[in-house]
């Protein structure tokens, strides 16, 4: 008697949890994305002790001999792995540190470099290496001693590093799974024009024409030079913002710039490219790079924003974003444009 009048009284109650737990079961929180990185997982540092911060040194093949080039790993995730290829040519990586303030909280890894004759790479003294053929090599080892492939591998490159990183896709593209284009032209002699055409336009005519006459007579290291260009070209197109507040990362890698290397292929005038790379254009090749290619723009830029937008038009799975504040280092002067677009399409 007392059982059955309790489970009588009890049954509203019970009916009562059942739907309880149903509704808690449906509000549950959804499994986390596929990209998704535990903190720890992130974080961890695998390989053999002692522990090296994620640096490694990796041994490439040249026809000049074996040497050493320089990397650092940022993270760890098994489907993004982004590897930096610094301007220049000669440049280093330390103006991609602004990345660390940006992809680590999106669980991306990245992945610092400087290439041969680059800061903390060795550095042979012999301008036959310095030839776009060579470098695209060069890549291809490194990438392999990475253990990168078309399952995790994005390859962003700027300016100098955009020209390599076409390159290497024209060739290699089977190995990547993403393309990032980052301030670059596919073409040196438009880039050449656009710069004698629109840039040269936009400064005072009286400036212009002594940086020409000091670049007439080859004396580039005039100081002259530089300060007329950093005012007038430099703050307005390449960083823009008094150079006073130049990022320190970008202060340091502009510090250790390998001229020789910076004048063999881009040459020693800043309006337009008369080294090694004089001719470099791809324009019509860009539609063989299969792989999903994003290009980022600015509005300010050395290079033309307009014929960048068309060049993602040419890549059959090409993407574009535009940095409307920013210069040429648009991941420092326009960063609420430039990582929002970068992070978007690594993560899609």
């Known amino acids: 008697m007392f059982n059955n009048q309790f489970a009588l009284q009890s049954m509203p109650f019970l009916t009562f949890l059942l739907l309880l737990v149903a509704f808690t079961a449906c509000q549950q929180t959804p499994p986390p994305p596929a990209d998704h990185v535990h903190l720890e997982d992130y974080f961890s540092s695998p390989g053999p002790s002692p522990k090296s911060g994620g640096v490694r040194l990796i041994p490439i093949k040249t026809p000049k001999g074996e040497f050493k080039v320089w990397t650092k790993r940022f993270g760890n995730n098994p489907k993004i792995k982004v590897l930096l290829l610094h301007g220049g040519p000669g440049g280093t990586h330390e103006y991609f540190e602004s990345f660390e303030s940006f992809l680590p909280k999106e669980g991306i890894e990245f992945i610092y470099l400087d290439q041969l004759g680059s800061a903390y790479s060795d550095n042979p003294a012999d301008t036959s290496l310095w030839n776009l053929p060579r470098f695209v090599e060069e890549l291809e080892q490194i990438r392999v001693s990475l253990d990168l492939n078309k399952d995790n591998f994005y390859l962003l490159g700027h300016s100098w590093g955009g020209i390599l990183a076409m390159q290497y896709a024209l060739k290699y593209q089977d190995n990547i799974k993403g393309l990032i284009v980052s301030n670059m032209m596919a073409s040196c002699p438009k880039y050449g024009e656009y710069a004698e055409k629109v840039l040269s336009k936009l400064m005072d005519p009286k400036v212009l024409q002594e940086i020409r006459d ?73 539609p063989k790079i299969k792989t999903p290619t994003l290009v980022i723009a600015a509005s300010h830029d050395t290079m033309d924003p307009e014929y960048m937008e068309w060049m993602s038009t040419q890549f059959p799975n090409g993407q574009f974003v535009l940095c409307p504040n920013g210069g040429h280092m648009c991941m420092w002067d326009d960063q609420e444009h430039y990582f929002p677009g970068l992070i978007a399409f690594l993560k899609q």
Do not use: C, T
């Open 214 to 286: 000091i670049e007439a007579r080859k004396d580039f290291s005039n100081p002259r030079y530089m300060e007329l260009l950093v005012p007038n070209f430099y703050e307005k197109h390449i960083l823009r913002m008094p150079a006073a507040e130049w990022p320190d990362a970008a202060n340091r890698s502009f510090a250790k710039m390998n001229q020789q290397i910076y004048v063999s292929m881009q040459g020693p005038s800043e309006f337009g490219i008369s080294g090694k790379l004089e001719k470099w254009d791809v324009s019509a090749e860009l």
